[in-house]
C-alpha cells in the first residue's frame, strides 16, 4: 500500500486512542507549559488587589454558571476567592441560579480547608441564591443600601446585623462586582449597575464567548475578564506569584517566566496542591490535543493531494 493511501485509511480508533492518552497523560504527570498572562486578566487582578486589606471595600461575585461549564469556570470561582482571602479582601457572592448556589458552597468549602481562619460572615458573606425575577431589584437596590436590598445571607440572617456589613453600605463600597457566566456576559450589571451608580464590572466566561466582551472592555464597560480555561490559568499564576507571596503586582513581572518561575522556587506547598492548579493542568492537556489534531489535519492533507497526484499521473 502506498504511503499516500495508508494516510487515508488510518483506522479512526488509533486517532482517537492517541487522543485520549494524550489528555489524560497531562491531568496525571503536570507537564508545566508556560502561562503567558494578558492584559484583561491583569487589570481584573490589579482591580481587584486595590483594596487588599480595607475594611470598607468589597468585591461581589456573581456565580451565573451551572455544572455544564464547571471544568472552564470553576477554576476562576477558586482562584478569585483565594485572591481575596490571601489578601485580606471582603468578598460577597450571590447566585440567581439554584445551581449557582450550589457551586458557591462548594468553592467555598473547598477553601475553607485550606483557610481555616476565613470566617463567614467576618471575612466573607455568602448571600446564596436569590431567585431571577428579584435580579434586577437588587441589582437597583444595592445601590442606596445592600443589607436591604439582598436582605439575608444563605443562612437566613439578617445582613444589617453582621460585622462584615459594619462598613459597608452600597455599591460606594463595592470596588467590582465579578459576574462568572456561562452565557449572560454581564448585561445586567454594566446596563443598570453601572449605567445608573456607577459600579465596575468584569466578567469570566467560557472561551467561546471570550471573544464577544473585547467590545465592552474597549469602551471601558468591564474592568477586566477571564476567558475559559485560558483566562483561568492566568488569574491562578498572578495569585501563586503575588497574592501568596504578598508581593506588589508588576506588569513586566508578571510577563516574564524567568521571574515567575524564580518566584515558585518559594512558594509554599498549598500552590503545588492540584486543586489550585485546575486551569494550568487543563492547559497542557489542551494544548497537546491542539497540536495533535492540526497534525493530523495536516497530514490528511497531504495524503489527500498525494493521492489526487497519483490518480492524475495514472489518468
Known sequence: MKFSDRIQKVDRRIIYGILLIAVVLPLVFRLGFKTYTTTPVENLYRHIDAVAGKDDMAILMDFTHDPGVLPELYPMDLAILRHCFERNIKVFTISFLPQGAAIIQMALSELKEDYPNIEANIDYCN????????????????????????????????????????????????????????????????????????????????????????????????????????????????????????????????????????????????????????????????????????????????GYFLDRRAQKKSM
Open 127 to 302: 448571600f446564596g441564591f436569590k431567585p431571577w425575577s428579584t435580579k434586577l431589584p437588587i441589582i437597583l437596590g444595592m445601590g442606596d443600601d445592600i443589607a436591604e436590598a439582598v436582605e439575608t445571607n444563605s443562612e437566613g440572617l439578617s445582613l444589617e446585623n453582621l460585622p462584615i456589613m459594619q462598613n459597608v453600605k452600597n455599591y460606594d463600597n463595592i470596588q467590582v462586582v465579578v459576574e462568572i457566566s456561562g452565557s449572560s456576559m454581564g448585561q445586567f450589571w454594566v446596563t443598570y449597575a453601572r449605567a445608573k451608580f456607577g459600579v465596575d464590572v468584569a466578567v469570566g466566561l467560557t472561551a467561546v464567548m471570550a471573544a464577544d466582551v473585547y467590545p465592552f472592555l474597549q469602551t471601558g464597560q468591564f474592568v477586566g475578564s477571564l476567558g475559559g480555561l485560558k483566562g483561568a490559568a492566568e488569574y491562578e499564576q498572578l495569585v501563586d506569584v503575588f497574592a501568596m507571596n504578598g508581593t506588589e503586582f508588576s506588569k513586566k513581572n508578571a510577563r516574564n517566566m524567568a521571574w515567575v518561575e524564580a518566584q515558585y522556587e518559594e512558594l509554599p506547598e498549598l500552590a503545588k496542591l492540584y486543586k489550585y492548579n485546575k486551569a494550568r493542568i487543563g492547559m497542557d492537556a489542551q494544548a497537546i490535543v491542539h497540536v495533535l489534531i492540526i497534525f493530523f489535519i495536516i497530514l490528511g492533507n497531504i
